[in-house]
């Protein structure tokens, strides 16, 4: 089972690093993906990485400040010039080999962790 944690309240401008961890198996085989959820407005993608780690993907507005990366045991997003907009309910999730952007494509699901960001 996925989980997510790291989350918190951080200024603008400020930083947080989330993990996503499995408790059932390594994420060798599988890529994953970090999604989140603001009050009022669908999951969007956020950033992906494929499961060997050489393709990464990020949506428009995180790009030069998110890095996704990963290791055996875990995949992290490095979250740097926190935004009030990043606010919102953070996800990972995971599907086999290559990273996705549509969420509908993912099949496991983590439970969330909450990102505030505060102007």
């Known amino acids: 089972q996925l989980q997510a944690s790291g989350g918190g309240l951080v200024q603008a401008g400020g930083s947080l690093r989330l993990s996503c961890t499995d408790s059932r198996r390594t994420f060798s085989n599988n890529a994953v993906g970090w999604f989140r959820q603001a009050p009022g407005k669908e999951r969007e993608f956020v950033a992906g990485?494929?499961?060997?780690?050489?393709t990464t993907r990020y949506t428009d507005s995180v790009k030069g400040r998110f890095t996704i990366f990963r290791d055996n045991a875990k995949v992290y997003l490095q979250m740097n010039s926190l935004k009030s907009g990043d606010t919102a309910v953070y996800y990972c999730?995971?599907?086999?080999?290559?990273?996705?952007?549509?969420?509908?494509?993912?099949?496991?699901w983590g439970q969330g962790t909450q990102v505030t960001v505060s102007s």
């Open positions: 999730a995971a599907r086999p080999y290559g990273c996705r952007l549509n969420r509908n494509e993912y099949t496991d």
């Open positions: 990485i494929s499961w060997r780690g050489s």
